[in-house]
């Protein structure tokens, strides 16, 4: 996965990957027919963690539920930029083992989203003109991921006075919600701690200056 974060799909070869890890390449094809499978492989265990991230959640209701998810997708963007680069703004195919797996919450986290949608319109939170669960668990994750992929991709054109990534994906998610849920359910943002990951170099001084200014 580092490699792959380090170098991008199209820059890793399966002589170089075996060189990196340390292996022959005849032993990697003996486990994998090609490098897009080990692609597949690497963005499927990790949309598993994420899974596993968002069953944390599991017993809050589900608009906090909901928000907590877009929180958790919004700091792995910006804790894992080249991770998030890799497994969410390229194209990959579902392998079949993982094309049963996309309706279990449990191991596929599009299906946790979409199951807190629906457990959201079970117990009538949302406002009348949302009746689709996968409208809203859409809605949901493009809140929570169009302005870290806008600043992922486009982050380092220094003419764009970028505000910081984390915060402002906060404030996306919490007006989503604010415009999914009915007004009288709605209730404040729960605080929550951000979980303690490694940061690039670049981005924690960043954040530092941003916290003097």
Known sequence: LEVFAEKGAEGVTMRALADAIEYSAPVIYAHFRDKDAIIQELCHRQLRDLARAFANFGALDPVE???????????????????????????????????????????????????????????GVFRAEFTDAEEIAQLSWAAAHGLVALQNVKGANTWIEWRDARASARRLIDLTMTGLVKPELLKQPVARATPAKATSRKSSSTTRRRAAT
Do not use: C, W
Not at 79 to 99: A, G, K, Q, Y
Not at 103 to 120: H, I
């Open 65 to 123: 539920r909901l928000r907590q998810i877009g929180y958790v997708y919004a700091d792995f963007a910006v804790d894992h930029p080249s991770h998030f680069r890799f497994m969410f703004l390229i194209p990959h195919v579902l392998p079949d083992d993982e094309e049963l797996a996309k309706n279990d919450p449990e191991r596929n986290a599009y299906a946790f989203l979409r199951q807190t949608a629906k457990d959201g319109l079970a117990a």
